[in-house]
């Protein structure tokens, strides 16, 4: 299945960016209650990328649906992400 242009424009974007810079990003989108489609690219790119470098993203995504309740921190020495909720 070929990607959709929006998803690949994001996903360009976040692999440049240091994990830091990718936490503000999802942090900002913390309680954002509004959604589209370029939202789902736009959300589903990021994922991607904490997954693509390995990072344990189990504490914002169930394997269906990705969790904005609460803002997160990179725990480096567990490469996870936590919710500080």
Known sequence: MQQHIYYIKFALRFVDMQIPELITVFNAQVQNRGW????????????????????????????RAISFAYPVRYDMTGNRLIANG
Do not use: K, P
């Not at 589209?36 to 394997?63: C, K, N, P, W």
């Open 36 to 63: 589209s489609s370029m939202r789902a690219y736009h959300d589903q790119a990021l994922l991607d990328e904490f997954q693509r470098r390995g990072i344990d993203t189990s504490a914002v995504y169930d394997g």
